[in-house]
């Protein structure tokens, strides 16, 4: 079993629609968790942390539920500029425990 | 700051050939790591070090080396190139390993072993 999955997509949404992403870690040790973006042919970006209550950046707010194991984010008010492939990661507490889903493709239309 | 600098940026290799992949960082991160990416697989940890003189294993090991002689540098070695280590190949680097801040990326080395 994979430690973390994601829905590969791709999600396609027009401009100013609200998308959501969820995630699933199988390791309920994952202490810390994030989100990160990737563009076409680029390395991955750190796009935010995920807290446990919760929190927003902009139009971006991440979502943790640990019961269930899973971790969300929700993008409101899609600009053309979202699209990318968003990464789900977990950390387990030490630097070599840093895991990976392979992505979610969102492809926003005009 | 330049952040996280890998080269080269694409490299085409023989099968049984040599080669490094150079990274460097100028944050003066502890934490650095090399990873692979492959479709549909997600990035895998390769090989890490959490200090300069300091290096271990990752997830994916065979067939690559690293050596971390100062804190800026974490050059990959392919010893030699298969076919199945054609991927993207990103080092990243971290302040505090793990405990909020992530990593730092660099742009990649396309690798294509033919």
């Known amino acids: 079993r994979k430690e973390v999955e994601q829905d590969p997509g791709p999600f396609n949404v027009p401009e100013g629609a609200t998308v959501a992403f969820n995630c699933t870690y199988s390791?309920?040790?994952?202490?810390?968790f994030f989100w990160y973006r990737q563009d076409c042919r680029k390395e991955p970006k750190l796009l935010m942390s995920?807290?446990?209550s919760g929190n927003e950046d902009g139009r971006f707010t991440a979502q943790l539920n640990r019961a269930s194991q899973y971790i969300s984010l929700l993008i409101r008010d899609s600009k053309l500029s979202d699209s990318a492939t968003y990464l789900c990661?977990?950390?387990?507490?030490?630097?070599?425990?840093?895991?990976f889903g392979s992505g979610t493709k969102l492809n926003v239309k005009p | 700051n330049a952040g996280v600098t890998q080269t080269p940026k694409f490299q085409v290799l023989k099968t049984g050939q040599s080669m490094t992949l150079q990274c460097a960082q100028d944050?003066?991160?502890?934490?650095m790591s090399w990873y692979r990416q492959d479709p549909g697989m997600g990035l895998r940890l390769i090989h890490y070090?959490?200090?300069?003189?300091?290096?271990d294993q990752g997830e994916v090991p065979n067939g690559y080396n690293v050596s971390r002689s100062t804190t800026e540098d974490f050059p990959l070695r392919l010893l030699s190139a298969a076919p199945s280590q054609t991927s993207v190949y990103f080092c990243?680097?971290?302040?505090?390993?793990?405990?909020?801040?992530?990593?730092?990326f660099g742009s990649g080395t396309r690798l294509t072993v033919v």
């Open positions: 990243a680097s971290s302040f505090t390993g793990g405990e909020g801040d992530g990593y730092t």
């Open positions: 390791n309920s040790a994952s202490q810390s």
């Open positions: 995920v807290y446990s």
């Open positions: 990661v977990v950390n387990r507490g030490n630097f070599n425990k840093f895991y």
């Open positions: 944050m003066n991160h502890e934490y």
């Open positions: 070090s959490v200090g300069a003189g300091i290096t």
